[in-house]
């Protein structure tokens, strides 16, 4: 008999499964009131994130995205909580049954005044806001503060007619608003502040050489070269040239 042959049959390669990327865990998620009506939100979401999160488009009371321009302003409360609660939208993060309200402008009452016609000292707070002598040092207008600015010692300075103090002090003011609506005495703080720095620009700083100089080389068109070549950039080159300059 003749011997079978054994064939070794070869298996054809079959093609290797692609593995299944590794999927994200899935978001906490938190519930807040928005407009009167609850959404489930991502828990590590700023006020503004959890808003557009939602569904909303913000047309208004939005600007810088990162907590310099002030235009945010929102108050909320918490559950349980007879307290009202202040921050901007875009850094304050939400949390578990917020009941929020953006604030999309502030509105309030601004003298038009001449600089020029004005002295640096109490008399032009006196003139201008009256309204801060009726300041009964609460101190609400400091604990709306998003920047966490002695609002009320500004406001108190002011009243002195301590101009340097009052421009120090609101240096960092964003101008939001939250103060003015939280005053009892009807103030509005940060055109109180605004008009210090004014003076103070105008008529207390100390000239600095260094300005005066590159004014006197803007006037002698030093840089129009530079600029007329700026003005040709396109958006992601000016961003590249912006992210790469020296910064202190």
Not at 70 to 97: F, N, S
Not at 219 to 224: E, N, T, Y
């Amino acid at each position: 008999m003749m011997a079978k042959k054994k064939v070794a049959l070869k298996k054809k390669a079959r093609p290797e499964k692609a593995k299944p990327e590794p999927s994200e865990p899935p978001k906490k998620m938190t519930t807040v009131f928005i407009m009167g009506k609850a959404h489930q939100v991502p828990d590590d979401a700023t006020i503004m994130g959890a808003i557009e999160y939602a569904g909303y488009q913000i047309k208004r009371g939005a600007g810088c995205r990162e907590g310099f321009c002030g235009a945010c302003a929102t108050v909320y409360r918490m559950p349980g909580d007879y307290k009202i609660y202040t921050g901007l939208a875009c850094t304050t993060l939400v949390q578990e049954g917020m009941w929020l309200s953006q604030l999309p402008v502030i509105p309030a009452q601004k003298p038009i005044y001449e600089i020029e016609k004005l002295e640096p000292n109490v008399t032009a707070f006196q003139k201008l806001y009256p309204e801060i002598f009726r300041c009964v040092a609460c101190n609400t207008c400091t604990k709306a503060c998003p920047q966490s600015l002695e609002v009320m010692d500004y406001i108190q300075a002011a009243i002195r007619g301590d101009i340097e103090k009052v421009m120090d002090l609101s240096f960092d003011c964003l101008c939001c608003g939250l103060c003015a609506i939280r005053c009892p005495a009807e103030i509005v703080h940060y055109n109180v502040g605004l008009l210090a720095k004014r003076l103070y620009g105008r008529y207390l700083s100390k000239k600095s050489p260094e300005l005066e100089e590159r004014l006197r080389e803007v006037k002698a068109k030093k840089f129009d070269k530079e600029y007329a070549k700026l003005m040709k950039m396109k958006k992601d080159e000016l961003e590249k040239l912006y992210y790469a300059r020296d910064t202190e």
